[in-house]
Structure formats: structure tokens, C-alpha cells
Nanobody, 118 residues
Framework: QVQLVESGGGLVQAGGSLRLSCAAA????????MGWYRQAPGKQRELVAT???????EYADSVKDRFTISRNNVWNWVYLRMNSLKPEDTAVYYC????????????WGQGTQVTVSS
């Protein structure tokens, strides 16, 4: 089992920055990838950024060149640096961890609210 706890959300003006943090606990050695997803009101949850243990990253087109995902060496903290925030970035942001070996498992945090005012 893996437990995830997000922090760092809040209210920020358009053009501002925030850094989200995700603390992972439990069987973190089994994690193959971690990432951030977001869900805006009335919309489906969508991928924001992912990071594999090997260092590969993937970003949603809408956040490329503005957001950066990173982690510490021990793989129990994952961060999302968000720059040049826009009102459309407003959403609940969720931390995600995946174990891709059998049995495949996926874990989620409780979410942290990010609100960008115009």
C-alpha cells in the first residue's frame, strides 16, 4: 500500500506561481511512476504531468513550458512547480502513484485546491 498526501494549494493571482508537494509513504519502493492530475468543476479528471522512476516526463499540452514535475532521490516526495498560472488552471490537483508490475496498482491522494484569480 502507498499513502499520498498533497499540500501547497491555495489562491493565487493570474501570472503567479505555486509549488505543490506530494508526500508518499508505505511501499514506495514498488512505485514505478508518479504524477499529478487535476479536476475542474464539471470536468473529467485529466493528466497534468507524470514522472517515471527512470526520469521520463510527460506533460499535458496546456501546461508545457509552465509546469515542472520533480522528485527527491528517495522517491517519497514529488513536486509540481507551476508558473505563469492562468484562471483555467483552477482545479483540485491530485497526486497519483502507479505500480506497473503485477498486480498493477494505482494510488491517489485526497487532492489540494488550486484557485487562480483573474
Amino acid at each position: 500500500q502507498v499513502q499520498l498526501v498533497e499540500s501547497g494549494g491555495g489562491l493565487v493571482q493570474a501570472g503567479g506561481s505555486l509549488r505543490l508537494s506530494c508526500a508518499a509513504a508505505g511501499s514506495t519502493s514498488l512505485i514505478d511512476a508518479m504524477g499529478w492530475y487535476r479536476q475542474a468543476p464539471g470536468k473529467q479528471r485529466e493528466l497534468v504531468a507524470t514522472l517515471t522512476r527512470g526520469g521520463s516526463t510527460e506533460y499535458a499540452d496546456s501546461v508545457k513550458d509552465r509546469f515542472t514535475i520533480s522528485r527527491n532521490n528517495v522517491w517519497n516526495w514529488v513536486y509540481l512547480r507551476m508558473n505563469s498560472l492562468k484562471p483555467e488552471d483552477t482545479a483540485v490537483y491530485y497526486c497519483n502513484a502507479r505500480k506497473e508490475s503485477y498486480p498493477i496498482s494505482e494510488y491517489w491522494g485526497q487532492g489540494t485546491q488550486v484557485t487562480v484569480s483573474s
